[in-house]
């Protein structure tokens, strides 16, 4: 079996796709990237190529979603803004019952 040709340290890899070590770990078990293990203690060695595909694949995914959610969610009643408010001891409720 060959090498890929750029390849990286599980630390260079994280910081390439902004993830913990352990998306790093389920992405190779998932087989969504490759790597190779290498010398005597088997450390792993991953394909940075892969990696930074799945940056950018998490990161349209990441984003459409976010935006599906924020577009289905209801809005907050009055009630629940003054108890936010309460919470992050943001002063009292406007005078009125107006939502912000």
Request: glycine share 8%; charged share 25%.
């Amino acid at each position: 079996m060959s090498l890929p040709r750029n390849i990286g340290t599980a630390k260079q890899a994280c910081a390439i796709a902004d993830v913990a070590p352990s998306t790093l770990r389920n992405w190779l078990r998932d087989g969504l990237i490759s790597a190779v293990r290498v010398g005597p203690r088997g450390r792993i060695w991953y394909d940075l190529d892969d990696v930074a595909s799945m940056r950018v694949e998490v990161g349209k995914n990441a984003e459409q979603r976010i935006r599906e959610l924020v577009d289905s969610a209801p809005e907050f009643t009055l009630d629940q803004v003054n108890k936010i408010r309460l919470l992050l001891h943001a002063g009292p409720p406007p005078s009125g019952g107006d939502m912000p």
